[in-house]
């Protein structure tokens, strides 16, 4: 290998462009960054979600949650209840007068049974929503189901 043969490594000869070293060079004068603005300036830094001055996304979406309207709220009772108010009142018949009645449920509440605890009672359950497990034991003890 002889002087004339040295090459520099591959990549190791790159520089950027000289910027701000007057007219001559081609990259003088605004040294690329343009006329006026922000992004002229020296010091300057885009902040974290700046979207040129529009409103950003952050404050314009709403903070606190979502208001579902078509949400139903089901007032839950197990049939554990449903038997114990069977036992105490007498009642094959169960029905959401009945559960407003016994103080459990307001007057325009919805009511879901849930499936907690066992049923002997043969119970006709009248009731907006019914978990399967609920619908299944009450049919089990030989009773009806069914939906307002």
């Excluded at 606190?64 to 089901?74: D, M, Q, S």
């Excluded at 049974?113 to 002997?120: E, N, R, T, Y």
Aim: charged share 25%; no cysteine; glycine share 14%.
């Amino acid at each position: 290998m002889e002087l004339n043969q040295l090459k520099p490594a591959t990549g190791s000869n790159h520089h950027d462009k000289r910027i701000g070293r007057g007219t001559g060079s081609g990259h003088g004068g605004t040294s690329t960054r343009g006329h006026k603005g922000a992004k002229s300036r020296s010091g300057y830094s885009k902040k974290i979600g700046f979207e040129g001055g529009q409103m950003p996304l952050q404050r314009r979406v709403p903070k606190f949650g979502f208001k579902n309207i078509n949400r139903k709220e089901y007032k839950s009772i197990n049939i554990e209840v449903l038997q114990g108010l069977a036992e105490k009142n007498g009642w094959t018949v169960i029905t959401p007068d009945n559960l407003n009645e016994a103080g459990l449920i307001s007057k325009n509440d919805q009511v879901k049974i849930l499936g907690k605890g066992a049923i002997s009672a043969k119970l006709e359950v009248k009731a907006h929503a019914f978990s399967k497990s609920a619908e299944a034991a009450i049919e089990a003890a030989q009773g009806t189901v069914v939906k307002l």
